[in-house]
């Protein structure tokens, strides 16, 4: 009997020189076994000794033990409760785990055998859990994201764009031009802007005026000052389309001469 008393006892003044703060002897009443002897708790968090212990850590238990009469050559008296985010249904997979680990290792004291597998496990248990919230974490983020359909707009799409809707638009005009405006002297010719400024002002004389609705309407239209490039570069497609057109006909004509 003597001799395990002295072991046990040798035992707890190593886990209290290694453990320190993280060990402390409790009264049998708060650790839930079913014994009258000494009983302490160890607490147990998944860092590292060496990790920032100022650090919020998610997860922490407390390893609770009594040694029994023939300890360690019987196991000793275990329970493990949490101290933070751990689940019941966990502590109960940990405590089986660490009594069949204590039987594995009758014969020698195995208390701090016993607090680095609960280590090990906190580790493995709940790093799996942040694995599983990142992913999570990364489909909702994912679910997030509106993925665009079509052509995304750049300055390099909005320039090719803007480019056709321009020689587009003056091949529109150049077709409601009248055939006397292509074979005018260039002198002569209208740009596009003054026919359809002319246009305008001809459908302008022509409606008829209802109590000034109409004249009000036309004085409302304001063009920006901004869009003289837009017209000049109109007025300058228009006038190489209508003297391509012009040539073609010239060139017609002295082949039926």
Same mark, same amino acid.
């Given at each position: 009997?003597?001799?395990?008393?002295?072991?046990?006892?040798?035992?707890?003044?190593?886990?209290?020189?290694?453990?320190? *703060?993280?060990?402390?002897?409790?009264?049998? +009443?708060?650790? =839930?076994?079913?014994?009258?002897?000494?009983?302490?708790?160890?607490?147990?968090?998944?860092?590292?000794?060496?990790?920032?212990?100022?650090?919020?850590?998610?997860?922490?238990?407390?390893?609770? /033990? +009594?040694?029994?009469?023939?300890?360690?050559?019987?196991?000793?008296?275990?329970?493990?409760?949490?101290?933070?985010?751990?689940?019941?249904?966990?502590?109960?997979?940990?405590?089986?785990?660490?009594?069949?680990?204590?039987?594995?290792?009758? =014969?020698?004291?195995?208390?701090?055998?016993?607090?680095? +597998?609960?280590?090990?496990?906190?580790?493995?248990?709940?790093?799996?859990?942040?694995?599983? =919230?990142?992913?999570?974490?990364?489909?909702?983020?994912?679910?997030?994201?509106?993925?665009?359909?079509?052509?995304?707009?750049?300055?390099?799409? /909005?320039?090719?764009?803007?480019?056709? /809707?321009?020689?587009?638009?003056?091949?529109?005009?150049?077709?409601?031009?009248?055939?006397?405006?292509?074979?005018?002297?260039?002198?002569?010719?209208?740009? =596009?802007?003054?026919? /359809?400024?002319?246009?305008?002002?001809?459908?302008?004389?022509?409606?008829?005026?209802?109590?000034? +609705?109409?004249?009000?309407?036309?004085? *409302?239209?304001?063009?920006?000052?901004? *869009? *003289?490039?837009?017209?000049?570069?109109?007025?300058?497609?228009?006038?190489?389309?209508?003297?391509?057109?012009?040539?073609?006909?010239?060139?017609?004509?002295?082949?039926?001469?």
């Amino acid at each position: 009997m003597a001799d395990y008393v002295q072991e046990q006892e040798m035992e707890i003044e190593a886990l209290e020189a290694i453990l320190m *703060d993280d060990f402390k002897e409790i009264h049998s +009443s708060e650790s =839930g076994l079913n014994t009258s002897s000494r009983c302490f708790q160890i607490t147990v968090s998944p860092q590292d000794d060496e990790a920032d212990e100022s650090a919020a850590t998610p997860v922490q238990l407390a390893l609770i /033990f +009594s040694h029994t009469e023939k300890y360690p050559d019987e196991p000793p008296l275990l329970n493990v409760k949490s101290l933070r985010g751990i689940q019941a249904a966990d502590l109960k997979i940990l405590k089986e785990k660490l009594e069949q680990e204590a039987s594995e290792n009758l =014969g020698m004291a195995m208390v701090y055998t016993l607090v680095t +597998s609960a280590k090990e496990w906190l580790c493995e248990r709940f790093a799996q859990d942040a694995d599983v =919230g990142n992913t999570e974490e990364e489909e909702a983020v994912k679910d997030d994201i509106i993925v665009p359909h079509g052509e995304p707009v750049t300055v390099d799409t /909005f320039l090719a764009w803007r480019e056709r /809707f321009e020689a587009e638009l003056a091949l529109e005009k150049a077709k409601l031009l009248p055939e006397s405006a292509l074979t005018a002297p260039k002198e002569k010719r209208l740009t =596009g802007r003054q026919w /359809f400024e002319s246009g305008r002002a001809a459908a302008r004389g022509a409606a008829p005026n209802t109590e000034g +609705s109409d004249d009000e309407d036309e004085e *409302d239209i304001d063009f920006d000052d901004d *869009d *003289d490039d837009f017209e000049d570069d109109e007025e300058d497609m228009l006038e190489h389309y209508l003297a391509e057109k012009s040539d073609l006909s010239s060139h017609s004509s002295r082949r039926a001469n």
